[in-house]
């Protein structure tokens, strides 16, 4: 397998070097972008990205047409309408994720609660996409003894899930029509990490429904590493599963960035193809006080509709 896995992606580089980079990356330099949640609305694609700052301000929104030139627009949250369930300005403040939902602008988030001190997931809704977002007062899921964190929304026909992280396994629950509640107590934990590249993690995941395939895109392996990467599952049964894994990696790190993951996928400006929004170290400076870059990578399928193997930027 390890072979066979190779072989697919030295192949697919040298298609893409034939071919051309589609994107010179990275599209976000100069600053600190991890987890980028990006969607696409009005004919503009917004992105909000983790912030780790001890100041008011987080998630900065960037907007692009074109996934390539993004332009800062400001901030979710600032001293006017800073969350006040979560434990101050020096807590988490990570993966943010914005869906259009019923008319509103809802803003899943992760955070951490000053009455549990656990880690937990918020909302915050607008009628506009670049705000202002009114938190809840409360968080909106904590579970006692372990985090939670990484969530995201799955749209499966009109049928919205929650998709979080929970004690290292990747879970979904209904949610109501508006997103602003759980509709049920029924949690269905779908996969966790299983050793080989994936290490003890599974997190970031991203949903998307594709020629009768439900897939959930995730990323494996320590953030902190260049062992870092994204992955993916599909399920022909519905969105909760059963998910069968790709057992290799579709996008890993390379000679120039290393650990890319965590990340968004939209279609592209024509609305065929599909792009990979995501974030990624530079090689020498991983983990510390070094800066996350967000990048766009193209997302190919095979015929067997499972994605091909990915290259950074290609």
């Excluded at 759980?182 to 966790?192: E, H, L, R, S, W």
């Amino acid at each position: 397998m390890r072979f066979y896995t190779i072989a697919i992606v030295f192949a697919f580089s040298i298609f893409v070097l034939v071919e051309g980079q589609r994107f010179n990356n990275p599209v976000l330099d100069g600053g600190d972008y991890p987890d980028p949640g990006v969607i696409f609305y009005n004919g503009l694609y917004y992105a909000v990205t983790t912030t780790n700052n001890d100041k008011p301000e987080k998630y900065p929104i960037h907007t692009s047409k074109d996934l390539q030139t993004w332009t800062f627009i400001g901030h979710v949250f600032n001293s006017s309408n800073f969350p006040q369930w979560t434990k101050g300005v020096d807590a988490e403040f990570w993966a943010p994720e914005i869906h259009l939902i019923n008319g509103k602008f809802n803003m899943y988030f992760t955070s951490r609660d000053k009455k549990t001190d656990l880690v937990g997931l918020g909302l915050a809704v607008s009628d506009s996409i670049t705000g202002p977002y009114i938190p809840q007062p409360e968080a909106f899921l904590v579970v006692g003894g372990t985090w939670v964190l990484d969530c995201t929304v799955i749209n499966n026909d009109g049928k919205l899930m929650l998709a979080w992280v929970e004690s290292l396994k990747i879970r979904v629950r209904n949610l109501t029509d508006d997103g602003l509640a759980f509709k049920d107590n029924i949690t269905v934990p779908i996969f966790g990490p299983e050793g080989g590249w994936e290490g003890e993690t599974t997190e970031g995941p991203w949903y998307i429904f594709r020629n009768n395939y439900h897939y959930m895109f995730y990323s494996g392996n320590n953030f902190c590493s260049d062992g870092y990467a994204l992955g993916v599952a599909r399920s022909s049964i519905s969105a909760a599963g059963p998910y069968e894994k790709l057992p290799y990696p579709l996008l890993v790190s390379d000679a120039e960035f290393k650990g890319p993951g965590h990340g968004s996928i939209v279609r592209d400006v024509d609305g065929k193809g599909y792009v990979f929004v995501h974030h990624a170290w530079k090689t020498g400076a991983i983990c510390g006080d070094n800066f996350r870059l967000m990048f766009s990578s193209t997302l190919r399928w095979g015929n067997d509709d499972w994605p091909l193997n990915m290259t950074i930027g290609g």
